[in-house]
């Protein structure tokens, strides 16, 4: 399994780059997974429909199962939020990962950049950027970049850029030795 996030500022295009690359890379064979973080509150079911109903009784934990998918909803009630790490290690196996927001944790990530947002880039102050996907293009960068309309190119990157997650959970993971430091 391997992970790459797609950052950028809000109303880059985030999520309609990512939604145009998933079939280019599941038509490749891939299995893809989405991994996004929301800054608000959500739902992802109904008032009425039954899981919304058991969720808002008080149940902290509500599994929805058909013939067609599953869901596992856990209410926080006050609780920490889930931490990046958490929520990794929760997912299916799969080929790759596809992480949207989450711009401050430390993996491999794509910039989708829009000068018409009006924020600079977020890449000079981000070394886990590997890579910007920019329309019109950004000239002069370090780092690789693509045309975000091009998205055969934008999968090939992805998919060059993803990081194996073992190597990923082993390094957001390291606690320093506190007895190691205290010996220094």
Not at 63 to 68: D, G, L, N
Not at 142 to 157: E, F
Request: proline share 6%; aromatic share 4%; with cysteine.
């Amino acid at each position: 399994m391997r992970v790459l996030g797609i950052v950028g500022w809000s109303g880059s295009g985030k999520t309609l780059l990512i939604t145009k690359t998933i079939p280019l890379l599941v038509r490749r064979g891939l299995r893809i997974a989405t991994l996004k973080h929301a800054h608000h509150s959500f739902d992802v079911d109904k008032p009425g429909k039954d899981s919304y109903e058991h969720r808002k009784a008080g149940a902290g934990e509500v599994i929805i199962s058909s013939s067609q998918r599953w869901v596992q909803m856990h209410e926080l009630d006050g609780r920490a939020e889930a931490t990046f790490v958490q929520l990794l290690r929760r997912l299916s196996p799969c080929d790759l990962v596809l992480v949207e927001g989450y711009k401050c944790e430390k993996h491999a990530k794509i910039e989708v950049f829009r000068q018409a947002v009006g924020k600079d880039p977020l890449y000079p102050a981000d070394e886990h950027i590997v890579a910007i996907a920019s329309h019109p293009m950004i000239e002069h960068a370090p780092i690789p970049v693509i045309d975000l309309n091009d998205i055969d190119s934008v999968a090939n990157m992805v998919f060059t850029s993803a990081e194996p997650v073992e190597l990923l959970l082993a390094r957001l993971s390291h606690r320093p030795n506190p007895i190691a430091l205290r010996s220094e």
